[in-house]
């Protein structure tokens, strides 16, 4: 799988217009990477609950009722529980769908998670026909992001697409932007990450053992 995400970078260097490969990213991509396929499910599963805990109590999150997050493949922290928790306390869920080089954040409406159909990268999306509402019609109070490394001081790697970079860059450009949190493997924060002008700094980072 980790395989795919490597794949996955290469198809997102290969549409994006104003980045060029970082050997520097690439190399830590590739090291955390395999750090995650060496992880058991179970250390996954363990890791993945201490993080919903800190998640559903960080102050974030207790006072954000519009909520983008992702829809996570094996080598993340598993979302599915936090999607769970955030409809359960009434407020709204977005996820992303990528078309066309762009990302938007789509509400989830109920039994989405059942319908909506893999990428050739296996991540769950809307499909085009599927007409949601955009959550840039309203704005967001929070952004629980993914990505390939982090550190402590608000660093962030992705996959290299740019795609939340572009997203946060636009959202911050406006009044009251939303707070972003990222959630993470302990192997997946480090004591820092290459970041050019482009990158976006995050706002924290849940793992496990901090």
């Known amino acids: 799988m980790w395989q795919r995400n490597l794949l996955y970078y290469c ?4 549409i994006r217009m104003s980045r060029t490969p970082d ?12 750090k995650i396929a060496q992880l058991s499910a179970d250390e996954k599963k363990r890791q993945s609950e201490i993080v919903y805990e800190k998640v559903i109590n960080h102050p974030f999150y207790k006072s954000a009722q519009r909520i983008a997050i992702f829809m996570s493949t094996d080598e993340e922290i598993d979302t599915k529980p936090m999607i769970v928790h955030i409809k359960a306390k009434g407020a709204a869920a977005f996820v992303p769908q990528y078309a066309g080089g762009k990302m938007k954040m789509l509400r989830l409406e109920p039994d989405d998670e059942q319908t909506m159909p893999l990428t050739r990268h296996g991540i769950k999306q809307h499909s085009k026909d599927q ?8 704005g967001l109070d929070l952004i629980i992001a993914p990505g390939v ?3 402590s001081s608000g660093g962030r790697v992705g996959h290299g697409g740019g795609y ?4 946060i860059t636009h959202l911050r450009a406006n009044p009251n932007p939303p707070k972003i949190l990222a959630v993470a493997f302990n192997c997946q924060v480090v004591d820092k990450v290459p970041m050019n002008e482009q990158d976006q700094k995050i706002d924290g980072v849940v793992f496990a053992d901090d």
Not at 131 to 138: G, N, Q, V, W
Not at 164 to 167: A, R, V
């Open 11 to 14: 198809y997102c260097s290969s």
């Open 23 to 34: 050997p520097a990213k690439q190399a830590l991509r590739e090291k955390v990477a395999t």
């Open 131 to 138: 007409h949601r509402e955009d959550a840039l019609d309203k």
């Open 149 to 151: 490394a982090f550190s």
């Open 164 to 167: 939340y970079d572009k997203y």
